[in-house]
């Protein structure tokens, strides 16, 4: 049985960081792509970054980058993602996810559906 772990949240003002760490359990993750997306009220799920099996290639929604830097750990099968300025709109749950069907070398997907496992979620709050 896979597992997605998501800790790391809490609460925190504008323009402090936070590191959230999402560890997976029941499958090595050495060799797929993993993502982290954020669901405020009200709104859609929403990517925020992706980096590729051993990390060489990332990708960001603009209203992140210089900000949060995803990161990954084969050998303690973890992601991370560390934020950076944070701003109340960047308050939402976040979740990381885990894709098993492709795994290329540059593969970093951006939409839900190419994920296959996700976490229970983590929550952000950001006060002003």
């Known amino acids: 049985q896979v597992q997605l772990v998501e800790s790391g949240g809490g609460l925190a003002q504008a323009g402090d960081s936070l590191t959230l760490s999402c560890v997976v359990s029941?499958?090595?993750?050495?060799?797929?792509?993993m993502g982290w997306f954020r669901q405020a009220p009200g709104k859609e799920r929403e990517f925020v970054a992706a980096?590729?099996?051993?990390?060489?290639?990332?990708r960001y929604v603009d209203s992140v980058k210089g900000r949060f830097t995803i990161s990954r750990d084969n050998a303690k099968n973890t992601v991370y993602l560390q934020m950076n300025n944070l701003n109340p709109e960047d308050t939402a749950v976040y979740f990381c996810?885990?894709?098993?069907?492709?795994?290329?070398?540059?593969?970093?997907?951006?939409?839900?559906?190419?994920?296959?496992?996700w976490g229970q979620g983590t929550q952000v709050t950001v006060s002003s």
């Open positions: 996810a885990l894709e098993i069907h492709y795994g290329g070398a540059a593969y970093t997907p951006t939409d839900v559906q190419s994920y296959d496992y």
């Open positions: 029941g499958r090595t993750i050495s060799s797929h792509a």
């Open positions: 980096i590729s099996w051993n990390g060489g290639n990332t």
